[in-house]
């Protein structure tokens, strides 16, 4: 046994954490091998970033997929760069191939719904939905649109050394930004007035979040990081603009 | 129900104090019940554009500290009926304004029949200028036509709709735009900021065009606020002013360069001496 020292081997090997993680689902209709391949590529080439080693759960509650070759549609699913990690439903064929395959087997009812459990405050259904959330963290899987937020509405100038900042969601602005105030968002950023002070879209990252505004004269624009500054507007001034990232360099069009 | 207004701008010396005292001295021309409240406590000068200097013996301090009664220490205006002052003290620093005692005051005010309550903010975005606006009802933000003062005027309006008591209550202060110092030759020479240029950045309803003028000057050399001088061009757009903050229709004057006819350019125009 290797030598540590007493109080390292007393403390705890590892803890564990409950999150919330965001899956993909790939709710599967039908099969036709053809077909899903074709489609399933089409999908990645608009968004190859978002699919590459994408997590996802393949759903296969539908009567119609439950003879569908697991190994095979996994397969399907790695070549195009796609990561399944379990399945929902399925027979029990099916099921027993996820275990051979190390897959996740997620009976379906488990999935836990957020959009009913926040607008069921009270019903036992939420209780119980949270009940499982407890028991069993590894079970639970949010949908991607209950993670939807509605976007932030601005209607009252944002002035200098003001910040406002939209998390998680889109920034609407319907009244003038000026120079000095800062506008922020983890998505994208629409002001429909001049845009005179700062503005920061994706500021977590996002490399698809875009900055559109009726007047360009901000001070400064930046787009996951990606910035420019008013002295490279000249072109765009006080114009109808659609800022975005292309080849991580931020590039604006007039609209 | 009285209403609080607060006359700020951020910059200094861009005619706060000229405005308060014009602005409050007209309200109540027009008749109504009106008290200016001085908030530049260490600085301060409405006393001497009033012309009361002398009649100081208690101020806003002292009843902020219960030294003095509110009635102690208001000043009745000599020449304007229904006008009130209260004065700033000169001995303190700003931190002497606590929220609970300017509150305390400004309800006294309301409460003894006071229509108008108007508050000559000092400069600057510190504790006197955040104590001067944070129970404004109301806000005339005075500019002048240059970049730095439009921006701190901006900044202002920002601290107005974010930190004043109706912003934290959810409420919407009313803003009107003051621009003041305005020279309509300066402009058009393009040394200046014009009316419009102003309004479209700071997006707040224009209250009044106040041209630059040697009236003012010569009012607070007297001791009287330039808008009893109804012959002088900065005293008739002040007069404006009150007019449309009483809700009445004034098309803006002063604007534009004063086109002189041979006589006048000959002898001099001596109504509207613009410098
Ligand atoms: N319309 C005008 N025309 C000419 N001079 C003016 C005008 N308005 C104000 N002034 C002058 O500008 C100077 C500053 O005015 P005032 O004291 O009213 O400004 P303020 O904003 O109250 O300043 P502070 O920030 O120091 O309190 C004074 O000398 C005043 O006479
Ligand atoms: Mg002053």
């Known amino acids: 046994m290797p030598n540590l020292p007493q109080d390292v081997k007393r ?32 999908k990645v080439k608009q968004a190859p ?5 994408a997590p996802i759960i393949l759903s296969l509650e539908r009567e119609e997929c439950h003879q569908v070759d697991l190994l095979h549609l996994v397969e399907l699913c790695r070549e195009y760069g796609l990561s399944p990690i379990g399945i929902r439903g399925g027979s029990t064929n099916q099921q027993i191939q996820a275990e051979e395959l190390s897959l996740t087997v997620l009976p379906a009812d488990q999935v836990i719904n957020l959009k009913t459990a926040a607008s069921d405050i009270d019903s036992a259904e939420k209780n119980k939905e949270l009940n499982v959330l407890e028991d069993k963290p590894l079970n639970t899987r949010v949908e991607p649109e209950t993670i939807f937020l509605p976007a932030k509405v601005v209607t009252t100038p944002i002035r200098s050394g003001q910040k406002v900042y939209a998390p998680c969601t889109d920034l609407i602005v319907l009244a003038p930004v000026s120079p000095g105030a800062e506008v922020l968002a983890d998505g994208n950023i629409h002001v429909y007035a001049p845009l005179r002070g700062r503005a920061l879209a994706g500021v977590l990252g996002d490399e698809n979040a875009r900055i559109f505004t009726t007047h360009m004269e901000a001070e400064l624009i930046s787009i996951a990081g990606f910035y420019k500054t008013s002295e490279d507007m000249q072109e765009f001034w006080k114009k109808s603009v659609n800022a975005m990232l292309e080849n991580e360099r931020l590039v604006m069009q007039i609209i | 129900m ?43 000068n409405l006393d001497l554009i009033m012309g009361c200097e002398r009649r100081v013996v208690y101020d806003f301090v002292n009843v902020i500290n219960e030294e003095a009664s509110l009635k102690q220490a208001l000043i009745r205006d000599k020449r304007t009926e229904n006008l009130y002052i209260l004065p700033a003290s000169q001995t303190r620093d700003k931190d002497a304004l606590s929220k609970e005692g300017v509150e305390r005051v400004l309800n006294e005010l309301a409460n003894d029949g006071f229509e108008y309550i ?17 129970f404004a009802d109301a806000a005339i933000i005075v500019t002048n036509p240059e970049v730095s003062s439009v921006r701190d005027s901006d900044r202002i ?97 002063f604007i534009n360069e004063e086109k002189k006819g041979l006589l006048k350019r000959i002898f001099g125009g001596k109504k509207h001496e613009t410098v």
């Open chain 1, 11 to 42: 403390s705890p090997c590892f803890h564990l954490k409950g999150t919330l993680v965001s899956f993909t689902i790939l709710d599967l209709c039908h099969f036709d091998s053809e077909q899903f391949s074709t489609q399933l590529a089409d």
């Open chain 2, 118 to 134: 108007v508050c000559d903010s000092p400069a600057g975005i510190e504790h006197g200028a955040l104590m001067a606006l944070y």
């Open chain 1, 49 to 53: 970033l978002f699919f590459k080693n």
């Open chain 2, 157 to 253: 309006l920002g601290i107005l709709q974010s930190k004043s008591r109706r912003a934290e209550k959810g409420e919407h202060v009313d803003e009107y735009l003051l621009l003041t110092r305005y020279n309509p030759a300066r402009v058009s020479r393009g040394e200046m900021l014009g009316v419009e240029d102003v309004k479209e950045i700071l997006a707040v309803p224009l209250l009044g065009v106040i041209p630059e003028s040697q009236s003012v000057l010569k009012a607070s050399n007297v001791g009287a606020p330039v808008i009893l001088d109804p012959e002088s061009d900065a005293g008739s757009a002040y007069m404006d002013a009150v007019s449309r903050l009483l809700g009445e229709e004034k098309a803006h004057r």
């Open chain 2, 2 to 44: 009285a209403k609080i207004i607060v006359v700020t701008s951020g910059k200094g010396g861009v005619g706060k104090t000229t405005s308060s005292a014009a602005i409050g001295t007209g309200l109540a021309l027009r008749g109504h019940r009106t008290a200016i409240v001085d908030f530049d406590v260490g600085l301060r």
